[in-house]
């Protein structure tokens, strides 16, 4: 059917099929990014369409947000640092986290406050998946994401994750047997000192972690990193710092009642949380000066996310 016979049963505004299609339509405007931020969104780039089929080319991770760039050379701190680090674990998904987090090692304590040897095997893997969780949310910062990250990255242990999370874990227990020994011979002024400086040893061998670099770990880069960068390294202990007292706390507190040694397993673990997403925050704005000894060639990526 054909000429007239077909425009009798086209409506008015109904194209004939003869017209050339026209241009796509332009992307929609991006959302305000002070809004967003004001919402506690996660930012979004703005869509980058193809001329020629209009299809949006971003990848997923880039439309959902969630995409960690690379980040070539080095990074500004972020607006308001360092005050701004104590607002950092309580964006959001920070407070989900930290209190998901605290119940369930308020669990672990538990069991090993029942079994003390059941509760080692437990807090094992349970410092394998923090350790992951806070190099991944450092690596984050490094490449400029201002926002904590989840537990799903914690459970995405792949084996490079795990060798790399387990060297520290090792690297953390050979620094601190010094300091052991010294409060053993009742030598608490020298523990003290060795503690603090075995953290900030284990805390450039974290920068190389999150950074990439394991060379970090050698001797001499990582006193130089000390050097360059001590107050940023010192806060990135303080995670760890929290998490080793509360052990020693919850160990004198074992004979007490099994609900009075809860409600202080689990007021010290959100401490404790809270401190090791802030230890985190510190860990990555330091890596955000991504050069070993002053060039910008080096780039900051997250092989930690």
Known sequence: M????????????????????????????????????????????????????????????????????VVA??????????????????????????AGAAVLLTLVDLVGRAN??????????????LLRWQLHVASRTAAGRDEPAGWASAMDLTREHARGVGILLVAAVLLAAP?????????????????AAGGLWLAACALGQTMGEAV?????????WIARRPLGLLAATAG????????????WMR????????????????????????????LGVVGRSSSFFGDDESAATSPGG
Do not use: C, H
């Open 255 to 282: 004979d007490e009642p099994a609900l009075l040694f809860a409600a202080a397993s689990f007021g010290m673990r959100l401490v404790g949380m809270y401190l090791w997403l802030l230890s985190a925050r510190a």
């Open 2 to 69: 054909t000429g007239p016979e077909k425009d009798r049963f086209r409506l008015a505004d109904e194209p004939d099929g003869n017209t050339p299609p026209g241009p796509p339509p332009p992307p929609p405007p991006a959302r305000d990014r002070e809004e967003q931020g004001r919402d506690g969104l996660q930012l979004e780039p703005a869509p980058r369409v193809d001329e020629e089929t209009g299809v949006d080319t971003r990848t997923v991770a880039e439309r959902r947000g969630q995409a960690v760039g």
């Open 179 to 195: 300091g052991i020994v010294a409060d053993v011979l009742e030598r608490p002024g020298l523990a003290l000192v060795l503690f």
């Open 240 to 251: 760890w710092w929290a998490a080793g007292w509360t052990e020693v706390f919850l160990w």
């Open 216 to 224: 970090l770990s050698r001797p001499w880069l990582a006193l130089a």
């Open 73 to 98: 050379g080095r990074r500004p701190p972020p607006q308001g640092w360092p005050a701004e680090a104590f607002a950092f674990p309580l964006r959001r998904p920070g407070p989900r986290t930290i």
């Open 116 to 129: 003390f040897f059941v509760g080692l095997l437990l807090k094992v893997p349970a410092a394998l998946v």
